[in-house]
């Protein structure tokens, strides 16, 4: 499995500010993807980032909230956009797995990244 | 509307014996499942997945049961070791050979292996 890192690992911000947390996996991936975990919930998928394309949001998250890059095959960034109280959670980066199958769904995530806002 | 359900959200067992997560879901177009087994300040790690033309996988101390009809997954954990203390995580995917990969995950259920 690809070894994916994150930074920040953690971070204490204040509301209205914007935080980016950068995804950097050490082989190349066709797709990456963000996810969020508020405080006693269950992962929520956040977006599908592409290398070369828009990402592409699940309902309930929009662009301008939660704008992503990914300039290459290997690196990929969240930004967290004019926080609230609310956008404290875990954010866990995560790549998709090869499989000797034809078809593998696996996912291989990232360590996280704690994010307060106060 | 939770479609991927852990209802325990605690387990406790004794170290050697067996430890049985369940998960059940509701959306009838998931076709494959996984585990992930998550420790403090660490992502979660994949642990094992079935996909819905078989209702059995093994690898080494861990097995995941599938039961279509009942919609009801079991990860068995044997023997269960201290190590294995950890928060898991059952999830889906609808996916059949598409693009879209999304996983759906459960609320979690923490385990903890006393020795």
């Known amino acids: 499995s690809a070894v994916i890192s994150q930074k920040p690992s953690r971070d204490i911000c204040q509301r209205g500010t914007s935080l980016t947390i950068q995804c950097q996996v050490d082989s190349q991936v066709t797709m990456m993807f963000w996810y969020r975990q508020q405080p006693g919930q269950s992962l929520t998928l956040i977006a599908t980032a592409n290398q070369g394309s828009e990402a592409t949001y699940e309902s309930g998250f929009v662009i301008d909230k939660f704008p992503i890059s990914r300039p290459n095959l290997t690196f990929s960034t969240l930004t967290v956009s004019n926080m609230s109280p609310e956008d404290s959670s875990i954010y866990l980066c995560?790549?998709?797995?090869?499989?000797?199958?034809?078809?593998?769904?696996?996912?291989?995530f990232g360590p996280g990244t704690r994010l307060t806002v106060t | 509307d939770q479609q991927v359900k852990q209802n325990s959200p605690s387990l406790s067992v004794q170290e050697g014996r067996i430890s049985i997560l369940n998960c059940d879901y509701t959306n009838s177009m998931f076709d494959y499942f996984l585990w992930y087994k998550k420790y403090p300040a660490e992502g979660p790690t994949f642990l094992i997945s079935i996909s819905s033309i078989k209702d059995k996988n093994e690898d080494g101390r861990f097995t995941v049961f599938l039961n279509k009809s009942a919609k009801h997954l079991s990860l068995h954990i044997v023997p269960s070791q201290p190590g294995d203390s950890a928060v898991y995580f059952c999830a889906a995917s609808g996916n059949s050979g598409g693009s879209n990969y999304k996983l759906t995950f459960g609320k979690g259920t923490l385990l903890t292996v006393n020795p």
């Open positions: 995560s790549v998709l797995g090869t499989g000797s199958t034809t078809v593998s769904y696996e996912q291989y």
